[in-house]
């Protein structure tokens, strides 16, 4: 199983204080020491938190595969076809999320044509999709190189059943639900991240998965076989602040081991 290592949020420390601290570069090269196999980043389209310049720093310096997380907005994909990362991983984008919300709508009429132009670049293509058969098929179609499955239904359905989440202000409101619902929800989601797995890997897909997850949930993830890499970042990032990024990064990795 192979790790790339979100570092959004070194950047979105930095933009708080909007300094030269903590550095993003240096993040990228603690994260190649302690073992992660690939940096992904996100250019998003405000800018709130990596920028153009890290892009070209990170890509320039990294000894390990940059993965460029970008939505297909066309001055986006003018720059990434500059920049050059190894693979773009195409994702929706809206400026009011907190976060990447669901998996990218697949019958957006140019996709096919972004596709083809990042790999006629020598840029690998991972869409990021919800985990339905459908999306697979229409990833399939759209000749992806790979597929990287949003388990952030999954990701939420675990904090509700098995954290303390449901008790704080940041409960999700939409799965206050029973444990026995939540525990039927949680194998419901579950089953359709290892059957999108199974049939991406069946149409020659190369499978990738994340968002939301962390050192509880990554383990069920990590253990469907089709899967061949997670990208995390959030819970990462927040472990580093008490143990350091190496030692975070490093954990991380006997998680999904
Ligand atoms: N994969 C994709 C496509 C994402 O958009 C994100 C969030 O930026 C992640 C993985 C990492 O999610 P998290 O920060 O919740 O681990």
Redesign the pocket.
Known sequence: MLL?V?I??IAVLREARKVNDPDVLLASFEAYLAGANQI?I?LREDRRHIHETDVKNIITHSKIPVNL?CSIDSEIINLVLKLKPSRA?L?PEKREEL??EGGLNLEIPNLKEVTRKLQENEIEV?L?IDPTEESIQLAHGLKADWI?L?T?AY?NTYLMLNSNLANTNYSIKELQKSRKELKELINLELDKIKESAKFGEYLGLKV?A?????YQNVKDIASIPEIKEL???????ARSVFVGLKQAIKEMIECVK
């Open positions: 790339g979100n959004d949020h992904t996100h997380e991983t994702v976060t990447t991972s990021f990287e949003h952030g990701a990738a994340g968002h939301g997850l962390n990208n995390i970042g959030q819970s990462i990032i």
